[in-house]
């Protein structure tokens, strides 16, 4: 099976802003200074190590507290288990690899940060849609006064699991691939491969894993825009009984547009090089997006723990224990 091999990567070792027949996986790409890693390095150690320990303190926190367990909730701590994941695996790797300059784990490590990296991002964005889409349901009531619980969290987050486990395992079976990017220290789906498969799966992946989820925030987002504004011109009873709730629509909001403003640039880059695959770019600078979309992890913990009052009081309270 070609899956089992690792593959020739032609857009790497044969464009004419490479050295002929440059091996990501031997040596670091010549045109790129030892500075630059060094700094990817530093970057990176600084992300993954902020990402894993906010991460871990919401998990902690809104574990112990009982007060915490809520139907939002569990989806915000999914959103951090899939952030902490992220970090774990891509943001651990890409650290070492930009230490030598090359991705010297091999072939196997390639596809496994490319994998997770994938799949728990892709988690974390259907997570946001998942927290949109309960925010409408709360606020505007389509299904009268029906209480969202948590077997319907519960449920809401399996389907986000399985969902995206389907779409980002199929590189790792032989549609499409997992390979190392321009600079050669991170590697992601193969948006350079001119084959016909290759796109195909490109274009199933970004429908369903990226425009859809986007869509379900957006339609939410602007149904709820909506209903806060007649919320609050109404000056009565309504508007303060549903404050709390209001608060933690914000939250999410905030949330979600700060995810966004992270994944956006790669997703714009991702979709340029796969419709135009031979376009000449400067590997630093096709490095950027890969690299500014990590930072995402870093901070939901931060939004979420200072827009939720409860979360912060919890978390005092764990810390001067």
Known sequence: MDALRAPENESLLSTSSSPARWDPFRRPLDSIQPWHFSLLAAVMLVVTSLSLAENLAVIL??????????????????????????????????FLTNLKGYFYMGYWAC??????????????????????????IVICRPLGNMRLRGKHAALGIAFVWTFSFIWTIPPTMGWSSYTTSKIGTTCEPNWYSRAYTDHTYI??????????????????YGKLM?????????????????KPERQVTR???????????????????????????????????????AFFSKTATVYN??????MN???????KQSISI
Not at 111 to 127: D, Y
Not at 276 to 285: F, N, Q, R, V, W
Not at 301 to 306: A, D, E, K, R, S
Request: charge should be positive; hydrophobic fraction near 55%; glycine fraction near 4%.
């Open 61 to 94: 926190v809104t574990s112990k507290f009982k007060q915490l367990r809520q139907p939002v909730n569990y989806v915000i701590v999914n959103l951090s288990v899939a952030d902490f994941l992220v970090s774990l695996t891509g943001g651990t790797i890409s």
């Open 226 to 242: 909506r209903k806060l504004r007649k919320v609050s011109d109404t000056q009565g009873r309504l508007g303060s009984t549903r």
């Open 111 to 136: 596809v496994l940060e490319g994998f997770a990296v994938t799949f728990f991002g892709i988690v974390a964005l259907w997570s946001l849609a998942l927290l949109a889409f309960e925010r409408y």
């Open 309 to 315: 009052k409860q979360v912060l009081y919890a978390l």
């Open 301 to 306: 913990p931060i939004i979420y723990v200072f």
């Open 251 to 289: 939250m999410v909001v905030v949330m979600i547009i700060a995810f966004l403003i992270c994944w956006m640039p790669y997703a714009a880059f991702s979709i340029l090089v796969t419709a135009y695959p031979s376009i000449e770019l400067d590997p630093c600078l096709a490095a950027v997006p």
């Open 203 to 220: 274009i199933a992946f970004f429908t369903t894993c990226f425009i859809v989820p986007l869509l379900v925030i957006l339609v939410s």
